[in-house]
């Protein structure tokens, strides 16, 4: 008995995609202009994304007691051909003033002339650095593009002047996030369409699946600009180029596989609402489950204790949640707008259907009766070899995973996250030939207030330290002035040798924090050098702890959607090898093919997030056909025409995933490009190793057993219906890549 076609009345034809259509304009119309605006409620300041129980947010906020402002410094380097002799010293001072004008630079408190600390030159005589602070901290990107302006237009000559320091970085960080509004939007739908036209060789489909991702992502942003609005997440430069690729992938796979389903049906009758019913009831379950499983996932993030990586998981889900709202609402009422239009010049036409049978074509496995091509090749291979297919496949990932071990994810230095040219880290290594590396960013140290002199000996002592100081309210140390004093607390500046944010500077704060309590028992250690080294050990904790919750929380979710415990055993086994593949294959293109200094402490992560996430995305949309085929000509030809009909759209859904979050590369920072060739690797291996060979090999061998304790596995083989398909129903192979009729079951 067939499952009945759906056909709703001519009113509701008619008003229910006109309805959908309108509310998604409606929210693209909202959500549009906000692209430009999100930039304003976004923070890229490391220490704000720190734990409140973090030693270094402690020493801040001690920090802020001492100061009149919550300015941030920029250093002003100049560097002289020639040595600076007192009167050339003089020359350079005016410059002073000059700084000081500059709108954003915090003005002086009387009686000191000016906030600003300089000429201070260096000892060999070459540079001098001024240390300017800057008050307008929201807007740090244009004061510091204000202070190289007028440096540059005051210039002696004979100098070369950068402006770095704290300041100086940031605003160079923020430069090369301004990207992700502009061309790395750009650059991922430019390579979306482009896939999307090679796969249906048709002009209205991309523009149609790409209006659903971007409205997805209108939506999005809509409610992301909110929320940070009302402080309630915390929005970064990094959460906004993520959001906005995942949710351009997921919106376009999700809308791959309801294409993949309404071309079938379309080949099967001619109404073309019969035919999105027919989709619909084959591709809700696995697309909803699809989100779910990856805004579980996200979710889990919440248990971060970085304030960015907790921040980034209900962003990323609610751009999941939007995907997948876009794709069963709105590209439904596109395709049922367009039907057969939408696939032109290759409009899909109703093709002589063959029912399920268990027997084969020609010689073929059961299952494999219509499919041809690729997928026909690979379904051979996998009945007649299956357990040498799935071992040698199950070695391969294996052998690749031991790269892992020569992964370097212990943080780089600040100056080597910015992979364009940058005049701050061009300026942080010249302060490093000319100066004390870490003037500008001192380690500070908050120490009680009769343990002072004891604790300030201490840390003169402490190899790697250049000077030490005692706060006395003023820019520079002045000899013989008394120290400020607040709630019992001073607070102590300590110069290092290295840079401020080098791995050798974060060796010198544990040392100091070994040895200073011993001192002090209430000292704490902070600064520029301890935030980075906290940021780096918190995601490092933050790694075994999401882990294990993402693995169990995805199980759950695939035995409620399998029905069975040994399948989604299978699928998370697979995920995490080709996740530990991947994550292997990078680290040594890292290390010997891009020659990167090392990662950021969070990119594992995410990487795993985002690919054990996504890599359970494409087994759920092949498991849910195999299980769907089982239950109606048994399991093993279940696999193979699982495979078979699914096989061009995962492929394909996969090469656009990878290609957008490619995308990623074309910021130049450094986290960025490595998680993009993480995942774009790492979704390559699924789609085409993973998911193709490894999975449908391994339960094919399995057999039925692979649906323990199901009825599928007590039974076997069902005459009855499985996910509402029934065992008379007809279905046709479903092949992206191609255009001519679909192949016939």
């Known amino acids: 008995m067939e499952t009945k076609d759906w056909m709703p009345q001519r009113w509701l034809r008619i008003m229910l995609p006109t309805l959908l259509i309108l509310l998604w304009l409606a929210v693209a119309g909202l959500g549009g202009p906000t692209f430009g605006k999100i930039s304003s409620v976004s923070s890229n300041d490391q220490a704000s994304f720190l734990p409140a129980s973090a030693e270094s947010t402690l020493a801040r906020q001690w920090q802020q007691k001492f100061l009149d402002s919550k300015s941030i410094p920029a250093i002003v380097l100049l560097v002289s051909e020639s040595k600076i002799d007192d009167a050339g010293l003089g020359a350079y001072a005016s410059l002073a003033g000059t700084l000081g004008a500059v709108p954003g630079v915090e003005a002086p408190v009387p009686p000191a002339p000016s906030s600003i600390a300089g000429p201070i030159p260096s000892e060999d005589r070459k540079a001098v650095e001024f240390i300017v602070p800057i008050s307008d901290t929201g807007n740090v990107k244009t004061v510091v593009a204000d202070l190289r302006e007028a440096v540059a237009a005051n210039l002696p000559p004979g100098a070369t002047a950068y402006v770095t320091g704290p300041a100086g970085l940031t605003a160079d960080l923020v430069n090369a996030f301004g990207g992700i509004d502009g061309i790395l939007l750009l650059v991922a739908l430019v390579a979306v369409f482009v896939i999307l036209l090679v796969v249906y060789r048709s002009v209205v489909l991309p523009v149609l699946v790409l209006l659903t991702s971007v409205f997805a992502l209108c939506a999005s942003i809509l409610v992301v600009y909110a929320l940070a609005s009302m402080d309630w997440i915390t929005l970064s430069g990094q959460s906004q180029g993520i959001l906005s690729i995942l949710v351009i992938g997921a919106a376009t796979d999700y809308s791959l596989l309801l294409v993949a389903r309404y071309r079938e049906a379309l080949h099967a009758v001619d109404s073309k609402w019969a035919a999105l019913g027919r989709a619909l009831r084959g591709a809700w379950e696995p697309i909803a489950a699809s989100g779910a499983t990856v805004i579980i996932a996200l979710l889990c993030l919440l248990v971060s204790d970085l304030n960015s990586n907790r921040s980034l998981g209900p962003i990323a889900a609610i751009g999941i949640a939007f995907s997948l709202l876009s794709a069963l609402t709105f590209l439904p009422a596109l395709l049922v707008l367009f039907g057969r239009g939408a696939f032109w010049p290759f409009r899909p036409k109703v093709v002589k259907l063959h029912r399920h049978s268990s027997s084969g074509d020609a010689g073929a496995p059961a299952g494999l009766a ?28 294996a052998a690749a995973s031991t790269g892992v071990l020569q992964l370097q994810a212990n943080g780089v230095s600040q100056t080597q996250i910015i992979l364009a040219p940058s005049n701050a880290v061009d300026g942080q290594k010249a302060l ?71 791995q050798a500077a974060e060796q010198v704060v544990r040392e100091l924090r070994a040895a200073l309590p011993a001192v002090d028992a209430d000292v704490l250690v902070g600064g520029v050098t301890a935030i980075a080294l906290d940021t780096n050990e918190t995601a490092q904790r933050d790694l075994w702890k999401i882990v294990p919750l993402v693995l169990v929380v995805i199980l759950l979710v695939l035995m409620v959607l399998l029905r069975s415990v040994v399948a989604p055993l299978v699928l998370m086994g697979s995920v995490v090898l080709s996740y530990t593949a991947a994550m292997g294959v990078s680290a040594l293109v890292f290390n010997h093919v891009f020659g990167f200094p090392g990662a950021d402490a969070t990119v594992p992560l995410f990487g795993f997030v985002f690919l054990v996430a996504l890599g359970v995305d494409y087994n759920i949309f092949l498991m849910t056909r195999v299980r769907e085929e089982s239950a109606l000509i048994g399991t093993r030809p279940g696999v193979l025409r699982g495979l078979g009909v699914t096989g061009g759209v995962i492929t394909s859904a996969g090469v656009v995933l990878a290609a957008t979050f490619a995308a990623l590369g074309v910021i130049p920072l450094l986290f960025l490009a490595q998680l993009a060739f993480i995942v774009a690797f790492g979704v390559l291996l699924d789609t085409v190793v993973v998911r193709s060979l490894l999975v449908p090999a391994l339960v094919y061998d399995l057999g039925k057993v692979v649906w323990w304790p199901s009825r599928l596995w007590r039974d076997g083989s069902s005459s009855g219906s499985a996910h509402g398909v029934s065992a008379g129903s007809t279905t046709v192979a479903a092949e992206p890549a191609r255009t001519g009729p679909a192949a016939r079951r």
């Not at 003037?439 to 000077?467: C, F």
């Not at 140390?477 to 004093?485: I, Q, R």
């Open 370 to 397: 219509g499919i041809t091509g690729l997928w026909r090749r690979v379904g051979l291979l996998i009945a007649a070899r299956p357990r040498t297919t799935w071992i040698a496949t199950l070695i391969l990932l």
């Open 432 to 502: 490093g030939e000319h100066f004390d590396a870490g003037s500008g960013s001192p380690v500070v140290v908050i120490a009680t207030e009769d343990r002072a002199a004891a604790v300030r000996e201490a840390v003169a002592a402490q190899p790697g330290v250049s000077d030490v100081a005692l706060y006395s309210g003023s820019g520079r140390p002045v000899p013989g002035a008394p120290a400020v004093v607040e709630d019992g607390r001073v607070l102590i500046n300590a110069t290092l040798v290295e840079p401020a944010d080098s």
